[in-house]
């Protein structure tokens, strides 16, 4: 650990404080923080429940964790607070930290908040990366590098030869994360709200969803990797199906219907709306939608599954809270809907809720990231976003093909007949990827 600067205080002077605030901390330290805390961290892991088909292990999953314990082993800390405002949270919290270092002066604890400042493990030769928010734009790498930090790391090393090699900065606009957009947390309203979080008590999870991709099980490749689509910030408190409508899709607000005879007589009903049903496959376990409308798709599924002897997977409802679901995090769950329309995704994150966070329960669920989609242009023109997927259709040599409205009519109709047979669908994927979801 570093120490603390020495300024004009003699090497004596610094001893001795030293030595006052380790006194501190062994006289006022309770026994009984240390007491059983081994136990505790044993009741917060789990058995995994169901058959273990596909076991996923790796250095970044975790084992099930029971994560409803999680503030049973932090409780006798001083992060839990019961008030009503986020002034009154953060001056309760720091009698709290006054309390638990012991009944020590103004001066001595002033001493000892500088004595633990993180800044004392810096070294002044860092490198220094930029914390803006990532944008749809690539970035230089000389943004992020600093000429005095140690030229002997390996990471400077091939940092610099990629600079001197990428001219045009062809690398950055490869980097895995480029095209990730943060979106801030919704901020709290200024009048007084009894349904505030309680820090150190509610539990709050981070979810990210990937966008869903084709898989050929005969040559057991995919055509692309996982790309982020959204992360979506939710409570412990909160039931699951909370966090299945914040899953935003574009085959959801798909019709799915060939309106080539009529284009002007678009359906107004959604897939989403015909086809309410879905399930989310979390460590082994099925949870199904049961609200108003939607079936169990999972009992073919688990019928399936039990007949070739892999085992009988629970199935529950979603309306079990997010607190109460053994999850690994780190493991790919998936999430279906619209029959075979799948969704991977992961827990990525689960801790107690701090007083800068979002602090209304009404804010939650929320978007904190999304993934940014490219926009497809128009096959013909190349200048106007595409508003139309055609499909078999003989004057066009691909298929299918994108087409915008003007030129959709220009070219496929003539006196507002069709000029060919084809077929014709409307495109939303535009709309999505500037129609960013928050809630």
Known sequence: MASMPH???SEKTLKRDQESIQHNLNKFLKPDFCENQEAKI???YAKDEGPHWRNVTSSSVTKSLITKNLP???????ICTQSTSRGDIELELEQQIVSFVGNIDDEEYDKLVEFCDPKHLETGHELKMSMSLPTSKSSAMNSCYNPQASSCLHFCKNLMFRKEIDKKNCY???LKYRTVCLIPPPEDADEPDNELLQPGKDLIYRVRIYRPFPYSYSAKTTVRHSLLMSEIMMLGQQPLWALRDHIYCLNDVSTGIDVSENPDDIP???AKELFPSSFMFINNVFYVDERKGCSDITLELREWAAARNMGTFPS???DVKLEDIKIRLGHPDVYVHLGDCEHPFTFSEVRLGHPRDPLRRQSYPFVSQVGLSQVIYCSICSEHSTKWVVKDCDMVPFDPTYFCDTCFRLYLYKDGKKACP???YVYKGNEMSVLKPRH
């Open 268 to 270: 107004s009903t959604s």
């Open 422 to 424: 084809f077929k014709a």
């Open 42 to 44: 044993r009741n917060l």
């Open 7 to 9: 300024d004009d205080k």
């Open 172 to 174: 950055s606009r490869k």
């Open 72 to 78: 049973k082993i932090f409780q006798h800390l001083p």
């Open 316 to 318: 529950h409802s979603m």
